[in-house]
């Protein structure tokens, strides 16, 4: 026994990925810091857990999850084979990680972004290329597929994450079809946004879009995410997967609340709606904030104290987000939540700033 470890030597660098609290203890609690949807998913599921037959959990599920993978292609007007089904959007990103990237072929991202993209990177000992976005508007800079060239594949949040802007689809299909690698288009939060890049999945053959049941279908804890790519893509990444990478509740469940578009709709629109009134609210205060097409607002208080907020709000119960450094640490990340949540954190700002 003498080694210090048997880890890889890329496992003992890294840092795990440290996801958003889930606080247990907090009497009071606003809970607005993992953007999850405020409203329940749609009741239709009620029927479907209570027919639900135990007799279907004795046998192994599907390991293609061809009903729930079926509904999505046709939503979208491709072939089956196009489509992969997930243990939620991070078991996609996970499987795209171990497919493009390794200590020779890099991967290249927008900075600030979903931070579960550096650390998927270190898993892999890829190397890693940040981008750095406006740091006023979080705008893609005009030179950024100059500088995403060379890498195997290319991250982008649109909308972005934490900071709630998207980029136009011009420049995102100019950067896919120029980028000599794979791009992925992480659409996590595209039901809350004007357009998405569904189309660029379909006309180019390096463009892997995914989707994620979390935010607007208000299924955080099922774990359901899928990704449309062009058919010899998939193929690839289904080699990857575990054998049974969806349980048979979950493809039952997913189908049920994909399926349901009219409640989709009906809750996205309420969400919408707030933003604005949280965003309107909230610039009365003087906030900076960033142009948000997520279920979030990236808001900082005038003076930039985003940490103090964070901390101050905390203390009441109601918890936010806080992303430390240079480009974010002005901000803190609010998700948008019910009318009568989003007053009670209203109250607690005005506070804060007398
Ligand atoms: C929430 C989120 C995901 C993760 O979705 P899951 O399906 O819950 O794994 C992926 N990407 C971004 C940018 C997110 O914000």
Known sequence: MNKTSYFRPEIDRMSGYVPGEQPKNIANLTKLNTNENPYPPTPKLEAVLRDFELDRLRRYPDPMSDAFRDAVARRWGVPREMVLAGNGSDDVLNLVFRAFSSPELSVAFPEPTYSLYPILAAMQGASVRRIALDPDTFAMPDDFAAQAAGANLLLIARPNAPTGNSFPLARIEEVCRNFDGIVLIDEAYADFAADHCMELAKKYPNVIVSRTFSKSYALAGLRLGYAVAAEPVIAGL??????????????TIGLVAFEDEDYLREIVAKIKAERKRLRDKLAAFDFELIASEANFLF??????????LFGYLRELGIVVRYFPGPATGRFVRITVGTPEQDDRLLAAVADFLH
């Open 299 to 308: 808001a900082a208080p005038p003076g930039g104290g985003g940490e103090a």
């Open 238 to 251: 289904m080699k990857l997967k575990d054998s049974y990478n969806l349980d048979a509740l979950t493809q």
